[in-house]
């Protein structure tokens, strides 16, 4: 069995974002909004383990209409 290690983090292109919110409707542990609707992330690393919040960020991953974001793996610190 292996275990998850680590953690991630969201990023967002803020070139490509134009700030329609759908990823705070499907992430909203780890985004939220400001008052037009851009995404403000959560920079701390969430665990691997925390399956409910990676399977949101992979949903607002697919869900972002401009393909702004994506998922930042970050290894664990010894």
């Known amino acids: 069995m292996r275990r998850k290690v680590g953690g ?3 990023r967002v292109n803020p070139i490509l974002c134009d700030g329609f919110g759908h990823c705070h409707e499907l992430a909203p542990e780890l985004v939220k ?3 037009w ?6 920079t701390t690393p969430t665990p691997l ?9 992979r949903y607002a991953v697919r869900g972002c209409p401009r393909q702004a974001l994506n998922i930042e793996r970050i290894a664990e610190q010894l």
């Open 33 to 35: 909004v400001d008052e």
């Open 49 to 57: 383990a925390d399956l409910g919040a990676l399977e949101s960020a």
């Open 37 to 42: 609707g851009y995404p403000i992330i959560v």
């Open 8 to 10: 991630f983090v969201l």
